[in-house]
């Protein structure tokens, strides 16, 4: 009788700690990416904060380096279609990829 009500109390402080694991790191989760305007794209880029980039046909998505004030999150802004851009990424040796919509 005895083991029984430990093994309730063990599941419930379990079940009670997972919730609340789940609950302290979802917030971390949903702010994981955030949206910039293209200019501080462009302004992170000058300063060497920008480690990856992915451009599609929208969007680019923008992976910042340690050192930046975004470092764990992932930066999206939208793709005016600078056509300068591509060299821009180049020039500074930041890693792209250019992702075509499927047709």
Same mark, same amino acid.
């Given at each position: 009788?005895?083991?029984?009500?430990?093994? %309730?109390? /063990? *599941?419930?402080?379990?079940? @009670?700690? =997972? &919730?609340?694991?789940?609950?302290?790191?979802?917030?971390?989760?949903?702010?994981?990416? %955030?949206? /910039? *305007?293209?200019?501080?794209? @462009?302004? =992170? &880029?000058?300063?060497?904060?920008?480690?990856?980039?992915?451009?599609?046909?929208?969007?680019?998505? /923008?992976?910042?380096?340690?050192?930046?004030?975004?470092?764990?999150?992932?930066?999206?802004?939208?793709?005016?279609?600078?056509?300068?851009?591509?060299?821009?990424?180049?020039?500074?040796?930041?890693?792209?990829?250019?992702?075509?919509?499927?047709?």
């Amino acid at each position: 009788m005895k083991d029984k009500k430990t093994v %309730k109390i /063990i *599941s419930a402080v379990f079940v @009670i700690l =997972l &919730l609340l694991s789940v609950a302290y790191n979802f917030p971390e989760k949903a702010t994981m990416e %955030k949206e /910039i *305007s293209y200019n501080e794209f @462009i302004n =992170l &880029l000058d300063k060497n904060e920008i480690s990856q980039v992915v451009i599609n046909e929208d969007n680019i998505k /923008i992976i910042p380096k340690n050192n930046s004030e975004y470092k764990n999150k992932i930066l999206c802004t939208a793709n005016i279609n600078d056509g300068k851009l591509v060299s821009k990424l180049q020039d500074l040796h930041v890693s792209y990829s250019i992702v075509e919509k499927a047709k």
